[in-house]
């Protein structure tokens, strides 16, 4: 492949800092330590069963759960090691957290501590890694509070208790066809792929906007059974096609990676469900607020799309513990607004019956 003249990683973000003079280049050395370990993922997942790299991670006594309870594969417990040891040494961080542990991650005492949080699920949709199908990692960074950047002491599970809209970037890196990196800074959102001679992230997709509108959809519908009435209303109108209250047809896709699903939807349009139900009391919602729901809702906002959850703005949601869980709608603004309206008023009788007719695909 011949070089091109796009941009490098490095060079976006060196360009970036020149609007801010006063800026000390910690914030794009903690970006450039997180795309090299987004790239040492990226090398693990594709040496698949060569690297031995397949399958249920080994632990004493039997398998390794994390603290949603979900069993760890070998390549969560990996990448999560990755990220802590390419971004720990620097001096950028006053602590981590992470999908893979349940308490925040101190900074060890041979290193200095900084003015960041980053907060990351390592590798999501890691049930498609031993079918060969897209993952990724998801990586959120906030500011610690003034007090505990000054005091250097350990973090705690209130410092990163803070609201989407604080976050000062966010990002993930797609293990597919291709290795892509999506960063937004707060302006915009932009895309870079790996060249893999070079070993670099190059800018191939500046200034990314979702469609406002489309016409397909995500969701699980297994859970279908376990969606409350606004939803339910929504899928069913969708399928209604031509002839039900939407005039027009949808398509569906599933991919059981959400870093995939937000990819395909930044890319096209689309709208992206997992809604709270009613499937487990304990659990309002699949997904986690802080290192799924979160970062992946601030690209989809930069980016000219919406998310939400179901009620209200995601970015506006107050967290209330590390691995809180949540319901998650994005994707083309249009429609996630439609979602959020349904939420919002009563249900119109004469939409909810066909729910319930004869013929429905989701009657109860
Ligand atoms: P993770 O692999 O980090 O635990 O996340 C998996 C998530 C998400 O990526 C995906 O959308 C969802 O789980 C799939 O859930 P279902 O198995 O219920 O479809
Ligand atoms: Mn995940
Ligand atoms: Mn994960």
Redesign the pocket.
């Known amino acids: 492949m011949p070089l091109t003249h796009r941009s490098t990683l490095t060079q976006f973000l060196i360009e970036e800092r020149r609007r801010f003079p006063g800026a000390s280049g910690d914030f794009n050395a903690l970006i450039l330590d997180v795309a090299l370990a987004c790239k040492a993922i990226a090398r693990a997942v594709a040496f698949g069963d060569l690297g031995g790299f397949l399958g249920n991670h080994a632990a004493e006594g039997g398998g390794s759960v994390n603290v ?1 309870g ?1 069993t760890q594969k070998k390549l969560d417990v990996l990448s999560n090691d990755v990220f802590i040891r390419r971004t720990e040494w620097a001096g950028n961080l006053a602590g981590m957290a992470s ?1 893979e542990m349940e308490l925040p991650y101190q900074i060890p005492g041979q290193f200095p501590r900084g003015k960041y949080l980053l907060v990351f ?1 390592p ?5 498609n890694i031993d079918v060969n199908v897209s993952v990724g990692s998801i990586f959120s960074v906030l500011r610690v509070a003034k007090e505990v950047e000054a005091s250097g002491r350990d973090v705690v599970e209130a410092d990163f208790l803070q609201p989407g809209s604080s976050q000062v970037a966010a990002g993930y890196a797609l293990y597919g066809p291709t290795t892509m990196l999506i960063l937004t800074v707060g302006d915009g959102v932009n895309g870079f792929t790996l060249d893999p001679n070079l070993g670099e992230f190059m800018l191939t997709h500046p200034k990314i906007t979702v469609p406002e509108d489309t016409q397909e959809f995500a969701i ?1 519908a297994s ?1 279908s059974r376990f969606w409350e009435a606004p939803v339910k209303r929504y899928v069913d109108e969708c399928l209604a096609g031509k002839t039900g209250p939407r005039g027009k047809d949808f398509n569906t896709r ?1 991919i ?4 995939a ?1 937000a990819h395909r939807i930044l890319m096209r349009g689309g709208v992206f469900m ?1 809604p709270r139900d009613t499937k487990d009391a304990a659990k309002p919602g ?2 986690r607020l802080l290192y ?1 729901a979160n970062p992946v809702g601030f690209i989809m906002e930069q980016a000219g799309g919406r998310a939400s959850t179901g009620e209200t703005p995601m970015m506006g949601v107050q967290p209330t513990s590390l691995h809180q869980r949540i319901g998650l709608v994005f994707g083309s603004k249009n429609e996630v607004e439609r979602i959020e309206r349904y939420h919002a008023e009563p249900a119109p009788k004469e939409s909810i019956e066909p729910l319930f007719s004869p013929r429905s695909l989701f009657r109860d």
Do not use: F, I, P
């Open positions: 949603q979900e999908e699920d590798l999501d949709g890691s049930s699980n859970n599933w059981a990676s959400m870093v699903e997992y699949r997904l799924e």
